[in-house]
């Protein structure tokens, strides 16, 4: 599993808090609130950094997690050093993370969903991604409620690895006799809790996997 600079998702998360106030000399406007996250701000395999970025604006069907657990994919790694550029054009500086696990904090006018303080899992769609962050913003229907028996970190292991072995093992093998995986690489479905409580709806689907 790939670990920009070193961090694991622990340490990464432990970083991520409480970052100081910055002052902005934008006159007759609220000063954007300002959030710790890890971005790039170009295509290579040096870069990447922690730093301080504007607080993502929340639209009327969207719901602003505080981002309790992340997890460091081999997506997060292709993405960083421009392999999908040209299918997926970027804008800079971009916040990388493709797992969360968190507590909503605030909805949208029209989101009937969720609610503050649901704990909540999601895998963002690609357009929207970005967990490496204190908070993230995303469409209610990214987001389901985090089973009951499983940890933040647990719940932020699940949604990408789980969409893999989805698109695999159903969308792709079922066309098959027999399925052979060879060279699996983590992370994998073994992360998987054995046993998982019902939530009110199954995790939302999006259509990239880690490759």
Known sequence: MYQPLGYTEFDLASRLRRPKPAIFPICNQE??????????????KNNGRIGQVPEPEVGADDVLVQVHATSVNLLDSKIRTGEFKLILPYAFPLVLGNDLAGVVVRVGSAVRQFKESDEVYARPPQE??????????????SLALKPNNISMEEAASIPLVALTAWQVLVETARRCLSTLVQAASAPSPSNLPSTLEPSSRPPPAQPMSSG
């Open 128 to 141: 929207r991604i970005g967990t490496f962050a204190e908070r993230i913003a995303l469409n209610q229907d």
């Open 31 to 44: 000063s954007p609130i300002i959030m710790k996250a890890y971005f790039i701000d170009r295509y290579g």
